[in-house]
């Protein structure tokens, strides 16, 4: 099936990258084309400037799951240093319309490929006029560009509800469960410690109301403490550790994502692990009661 694409690196899928796909796939589907995302994986500045610059707000996964559930195909290429040095009429020519079957190709309003970023909406649209080609203009947020970055400077300040109002949706912490101190279950409060992909972005350490969504669907309302565990015995290593309240089953080894929903508190080392128990019972008791952006009296 022939295809209408839009390009990038997409990360955060915030309502910018969301305006272009709900338009690629209206277009898409009053032409009878197959929608499609194709992201460069890895993050193409990660080839250009150095791993782990930017770090990732979305990861590929993260990024295939929200676009495959918006009813769009998902495709990664991967990124090269030869990919880069391609002339863009190469690329288009042989990646796109040869090895993918693309006729129609949307772009957001400052997006261009290829050697020296010469490929963009014009260069293309004159290049190949047998391309159906379409330019959707800036997303503003209150008059503010809708980016990746306004998404991590209002994440690095724990302002999960500003950021929150550019992605869309909650911001989401993902990874698989591991061991770790163990120190919650001998206090009355398991945590499951996830392991977050490398060069995943970390919002403001403190502890936030979090929704958990296990690998078979299930939700729970949890806390989750993104820092270094002060006032824990042992080494201080940064961990994602999570509470999940009204839970208590094994599941190490799994899947488990968090949507940050609220910043509760910083990080502080508290005098004694008395102290920290205590402190852990009020943050559940106010996870517990938190209702959208309200807090119950």
Same mark, same amino acid.
């Given at each position: ?131 159906? &080609?379409?330019?959707?203009? #800036?997303?503003?947020? @209150? ?7 306004? *998404?991590?400077? =209002?994440? +690095? ?33 398991? &945590?499951?410690?996830?392991? #977050?992909?490398?060069? @995943? ?7 936030? *109301?979090?929704? =958990?969504? +296990? ?83």
């Amino acid at each position: 099936m022939k295809r209408a694409v839009t390009m990038g690196n997409f990360d955060g899928c915030h309502l910018g990258h969301q305006a272009l796909f709900r338009t690629l796939k209206a277009v898409a589907e009053v032409n009878h084309l197959q929608p499609t995302v194709i992201s460069f994986e890895p993050h193409s500045n990660y080839v250009l400037r150095g791993p782990g610059d930017p770090l990732l707000l979305t990861t590929t996964e993260e990024k295939r799951e929200f676009v495959e559930s918006l009813g769009i195909e998902f495709l990664v290429l991967p990124f090269t240093s030869e990919l880069a040095k391609l002339p863009f009429d190469k690329f288009v020519r042989t990646e796109l319309i040869e090895k993918r079957e693309v006729v129609s190709m949307f772009f957001g309003h400052d997006h261009c490929f290829g050697a020296g970023g010469k490929g963009n909406y014009e260069t293309i649209t004159a290049a190949f006029p047998e391309l159906s &080609t379409q330019m959707l203009s #800036m997303v503003l947020h @209150k008059g503010e560009r809708v980016s990746s970055s306004a *998404v991590r400077n =209002a994440l +690095l300040n724990g302002d999960v509800d500003r950021a929150q109002t550019y992605l869309g949706r909650p911001y989401r912490l993902s990874g698989t469960v591991v061991v770790g101190k163990r120190l919650g279950h001998t206090i009355g409060f398991p &945590t499951a410690n996830v392991q #977050m992909e490398q060069y @995943k972005f970390l919002p403001k350490g403190g502890v936030y *109301v979090a929704s =958990a969504r +296990l690998s078979d669907g299930r939700i729970y309302r949890s806390v989750v403490n993104i820092g270094t565990q002060p006032t824990t015995p042992g080494t201080h290593n940064l961990a994602v550790e999570a509470y999940l309240l009204d839970f208590n089953e094994d599941i190490y080894g799994q899947h488990l994502a968090l949507d940050l929903l609220a910043f509760l508190r910083p990080e502080k080392k508290f005098a004694s692990i008395e102290d920290l128990v205590r402190q852990i019972g009020m943050d559940a008791d106010t996870a517990k009661n938190y209702n959208g952006n309200h807090w119950a009296e």
